[in-house]
């Protein structure tokens, strides 16, 4: 029989059989009720977690406004389809922003979005562009960015928060939908 013990109470393991301190947890819970979601089998470090949440809520914030002056900026030949491209992504990023926020204050933190902030906490950099095929380019740019550092950051997560690293994945995913979008558009211009 193996016997663990910890944060997540006690379990016994013998012969495929999982038994766990049914009493401890629900003890834990109730001594512990002011920690919301995060119980003692919390396995990330929560303020590493809180300031990768924010970081990544910058990102998306960067990425939102960066995509909605793409938008109203978008001129010459085809560039109402880009356009509508860039409106969508924007949304979408939108959406990635307000999320991140709720994860925030599920782990008892506070999203920071304050703009003078937004600059030098986000992944990506807001780049104007000087064209439509330079905008392309510079979403393209960052959403590879977006990408690289949010598998960081799946990996960093790990099963130390599931929670948190679904999310992650949930959003990367879309990221490489928007990348993938970027570069179709990226080479029938080039």
């Known amino acids: ?3 663990q013990s910890g944060a997540h109470g006690t379990a016994s393991q013998s012969s495929g059989s999982f038994v766990m301190d049914l009493q401890k947890i629900r003890d834990d819970a109730r001594k512990h009720i002011s ?24 990102t998306e914030l960067v990425c939102t406004l960066r995509y909605k002056r793409h938008y109203f900026m978008a001129k010459g030949i085809n560039s ?19 999320r991140l926020a709720e994860r925030i204050v599920q782990l008892g933190g506070a999203p920071d979005f304050a703009p003078d902030r937004l600059k030098t906490r ?43 690293r679904r999310l992650f994945e949930e959003i ?13 558009l990226l080479s029938g211009r080039e």
Do not use: C, W
Request: glycine share 4%; proline share 1%; aromatic share 4%.
């Open 122 to 164: 986000a992944h990506s950099e807001y780049k104007e562009g000087t064209d439509l095929t330079d905008m392309i380019r510079e979403n393209l740019i960052a959403e590879r960015i977006a990408i690289d550092t949010y598998r960081e950051i799946i990996r960093y997560l790990g099963d130390k928060d599931v929670t948190t």
């Open 35 to 58: 920690d919301g979601p995060v119980t003692s089998s919390y396995g990330a470090d929560r303020d590493t977690v809180l300031k990768l949440l924010n970081d990544a809520l910058a």
């Open 80 to 98: 109402e389809a880009v356009a509508t491209e860039f409106a969508e992504h924007a949304s979408e990023e939108q959406e990635h922003a307000d």
């Open 1 to 3: 029989m193996t016997k």
């Open 172 to 184: 990367l995913s879309v990221e490489e939908e928007h990348a993938d979008d970027m570069a179709d």
